[in-house]
């Protein structure tokens, strides 16, 4: 059998994920991205036998990545063009870990937005729907460390058993027009692009409380600026700081004690910087990348 060169910055993945991944390999025709056998799928795969708990999240990608390129040929894959999307495929479904794990600034980002949500939501045992907590829901993931009853809603990339190891509960499915809030206290979300107005409506329509804050990916003129009217076209009593939005009239006055405008902006420390970007993503972040 042909050497490996095993990164040495890592501990190799376990011999009995990498024989369960070769048996998946040789069984299917795996593809980049969209298909049944695509590398998210795989992915989910490694995640169920490789990530049992939160530590073991960092460096799963590496491992994961160095799977898939030293495995290359097991890959539907014969163009030097098809062998560069099976690998871009490894990186997006696992830059999340990349991000959280190596940029100060969105791991900084996600916990000051966690500290609005304590702020807000004083009592751990209400039932709490994040919506787009992120295909590898960090938000959900620290929350439910703290005791929070947060359910994540998103189409992750992470195996339910795996999701279920790392204490959290989780609908693998998107907010669209008919999604029932009426299981929960209060939905909120950071960034969940095209859940935004179906939660607005939602909420409304099922007297729930909510607070998300925005992204543009999906608003009118690709600013913050354009969701202003459509919003306050489907709840006219919408409330705005910056970036984020709420509406706690139906919280039987439990999210709103003190002031909600004091509690973001003391709480958000990137929240002049990220209003300033009036962006929904990041600028390229080299330091992000420096470790890989
Ligand atoms: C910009 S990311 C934000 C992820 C995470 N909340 C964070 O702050 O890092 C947007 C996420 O929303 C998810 N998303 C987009 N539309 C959605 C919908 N209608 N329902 C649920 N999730 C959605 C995407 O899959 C993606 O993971």
Redesign the pocket.
């Known amino acids: 059998m042909e050497d490996i060169v095993r990164d040495k910055y890592v501990s190799w993945i376990k011999p009995e994920t990498e024989k369960v991944l070769l048996d998946e390999l040789s069984r299917h025709e795996y593809v980049a991205d969209g298909g049944e056998y695509d590398v998210a799928h795989l992915f989910g795969i490694f995640s169920t036998f490789e990530i049992k708990k939160k530590s073991d999240l960092c460096g799963a990608q590496k491992k994961f990545r160095h799977f898939v390129n030293i495995n290359i040929g097991m890959f539907k894959a014969s163009t030097p063009e098809e062998v560069e999307r099976i690998n871009h495929s490894a990186r997006f479904c696992t830059e ?1 870990i990349t991000a959280y794990s190596y940029s100060g600034r ?1 791991r900084r ?2 916990e000051n ?1 966690l500290k609005v949500i304590k702020a807000v939501v004083p009592e751990k045992k209400d039932s709490m729907l ?6 590898i ?3 959900a993931i620290l929350l439910s460390e703290e005791g929070y009853n947060v359910t994540a ?3 992750f990339v992470l195996s339910n058993e795996c999701l279920r190891n790392l204490g959290v509960k989780s609908l693998r ?4 027009s008919r999604t029932r809030v009426g299981d929960y206290d209060i939905v909120t ?7 935004i107005p ?1 939660i607005v409506s939602r909420c409304s329509s099922e007297k729930k409380p909510y607070m998300v804050k925005l ?1 543009t ?1 999906n608003s009118p003129n690709n600013k913050i600026s354009g969701w202003r009217n459509l919003l306050r076209d489907i709840d006219p009593d919408i409330q705005y700081v910056g970036d984020y939005i709420y509406n706690f009239k139906f919280g039987d006055g439990k999210y709103d004690i003190g002031s909600t405008e004091d509690k973001i902006v003391n709480n958000d420390e990137t929240y002049e910087e990220e209003l300033r970007a009036d962006n ?2 990041y600028p390229f972040d080299p330091e992000m990348y420096d470790e890989l």
Do not use: K
Not at 173 to 176: D, L
């Open positions: 999340n969105y980002a996600l937005y994040d919506v787009g907590s992120g295909t829901p960090f938000l809603m998103d189409q499915e998107f907010f669209t979300g950071r960034r969940p692009c095209t859940a179906h992204c990916c929904g993503c």
